[in-house]
């Protein structure tokens, strides 16, 4: 999954126009909101709409779910192999 993470970490600075950050400057683990890298909710929906795009991935923002999987690269990758494999119960 560290393939699918890298994915993930390039497509944060390029949907969100992180000048100053490099794939590498991001720990997969560290929270994305609030502390870590200090994403908002803004930021959020724009990550949303990329990773829907890229990955065809279904979000709903509604879904208790959806929080847990932005808190970390880690839970998003995490996220998007299930959706993409059909192995979550259900799309969040």
């Given at each position: ?14 949907a ?13 683990d ?63």
């Open positions: 999954m560290n393939d699918l993470e890298q994915q993930i970490k390039q497509l944060i600075i390029d969100l126009d992180l000048e100053d950050i490099t794939a590498a400057d991001i720990i997969s560290d929270p994305l909101f609030e502390s870590g890298l200090g994403l908002d909710s803004i930021d959020a929906l724009e990550l949303g709409m990329a990773l829907q795009q890229k990955f065809g991935v279904t979000i709903d923002a509604e879904d208790k779910s959806t929080k847990e999987h932005f808190q970390s690269v880690t839970n998003l990758a995490k996220f998007v192999h299930s959706a993409s494999t059909g192995t979550q119960g259900e799309t969040a």
